[in-house]
């Protein structure tokens, strides 16, 4: 059984700060669960051009405002507490954070830990682990 709180993992090298968001990564590949599973928060005016070539996701907005736009169709969908999305074709998108937003999300592959997106807005298929 795996165990792990919140507020403890923001100390530690599970905490990644990269531009526009920070995510805390309970769940991470060395875990063998299958996926990783992050808490993320995406600041207030951030705009995230992302396309996770490599992974598939889904995230639960827990709380916070914003939109995701698809970028292959130019929908956009408003994001708020109680909203799934799910980027099942590995789709490019722009995430916009009205207000910071508390969001819940599910890597598969799971990520080893410092991934942090690169210039085409995707995680490296592995990364140095935590």
């Not at 995701?68 to 799910?86: M, Q, S």
Request: net charge negative; glycine share 8%.
């Amino acid at each position: 059984m795996i165990i792990r709180d919140l507020a403890e993992a923001n100390g530690t090298r599970r905490r990644v700060v990269s531009k526009g968001w920070e995510s805390t990564r309970l769940l991470l590949k060395d875990d063998a669960m299958g996926f990783s599973f992050h808490i993320t928060t995406i600041y207030a005016g951030a705009e995230l051009p992302m396309h996770y070539k490599n992974h598939l996701e889904a995230v639960y907005c827990i709380s916070g405002e914003g939109s995701i736009e698809d970028l292959a169709t130019g929908a956009r969908h408003e994001i708020r507490p109680g909203v799934l999305y799910a980027l099942d074709q590995h789709d490019r998108h722009i995430l916009r954070g009205r207000t910071e937003m508390v969001m819940a999300c599910v890597f598969n592959p799971p990520v080893t830990g410092r991934e942090v997106h690169d210039e085409t807005g995707a995680y490296p298929l592995e990364a140095e682990p935590v």
